[in-house]
């Protein structure tokens, strides 16, 4: 199972540029958009995080382009992996795997999505859609255009997106349903309990991804940082 991502230019709120973040998975064609305040690694992971809880489930494999949040450098042709997003890729038990520089058809399923999502959410004279007033607005209108994308039969397919979803989670991984350590800290320990420093209350030290944002925790079902499983 593939999930692809990318992301497109969204609408300016109150003069402040915003970010879509589009997903499309290839078997049942199920577009998923959200809009983001930026494209930062805790943003990306925390939309990622709420995909998979709308889904239902992660898939084996998760798409996208060679961006610093995914890949720092790539040596004798082969990608290093920005280690944030190994922390992620394992907590969800997800493969994270990138395109060819330069070759955009490689994911062209969400290349599509994206140019979809802009055409009909993004304020413009052809379009006929008003500016919008707040991010709140934003996100409502991302989910009317989801609940529309999704409920109309798709034309390769022939069934509707969601309809084929229902097939699509019988193979999907589960996700971890733990909530997030409100101790974590910056430096990916859990800080100080009552039974000593980076101690949960049965006295083993974890450690744990964090991955804050202010603009993902503005998106609702956002887990802001999720942590990771201990190894």
């Given at each position: ?16 540029k915003?970010?879509l ?6 078997f049942s ?49 082969v990608p ?18 990138t395109?060819?520089p ?15 999502a ?20 934003l ?6 255009f ?10 390769t ?13 019988s ?12 101790r ?11 039974h000593?420093s ?21 998106v ?11 190894r």
């Open positions: 199972m593939w999930l692809q991502y990318d992301f497109g230019d969204g609408p300016r709120i109150n003069r402040v915003t970010v973040f589009v997903a499309w998975l290839a064609r199920f577009r998923l958009v959200i809009p983001l305040r930026d494209r930062t690694a805790p943003s990306v992971f925390a939309a990622l995080d709420r995909c998979f809880r709308v889904l239902g489930g992660a898939p084996t494999y998760v798409l996208t382009d060679n961006e610093k949040t995914v890949t720092t450098a790539h040596v004798a042709g290093v992996r920005n280690q944030q997003t190994l922390d992620f890729a394992r907590h969800y038990g997800v493969t994270v795997l395109c060819q330069a070759d955009p058809a490689s994911k062209g399923g969400v290349e599509a999505s994206v140019k979809l802009k055409a009909d959410l993004v304020p413009k004279d052809t379009n006929l859609c008003a500016d919008y007033g707040s991010f709140a607005e996100e409502a209108a991302c989910e009317a989801m609940d529309e994308v999704n409920n109309r039969e798709h034309r397919i022939r069934r509707k997106p969601a309809a084929a979803l229902a097939e699509e989670q193979r999907q991984h589960r996700i971890p349903d733990a909530a997030p350590d409100p974590c800290s910056a430096h990916g320990r859990v800080r100080a309990g009552p000593g980076g101690e949960h209350p049965d006295g083993h030290v974890r450690e744990c991804s964090v991955f804050r944002s202010s603009a993902s925790a503005r609702p079902g956002v887990c802001p940082h999720p942590w990771r499983r201990p």
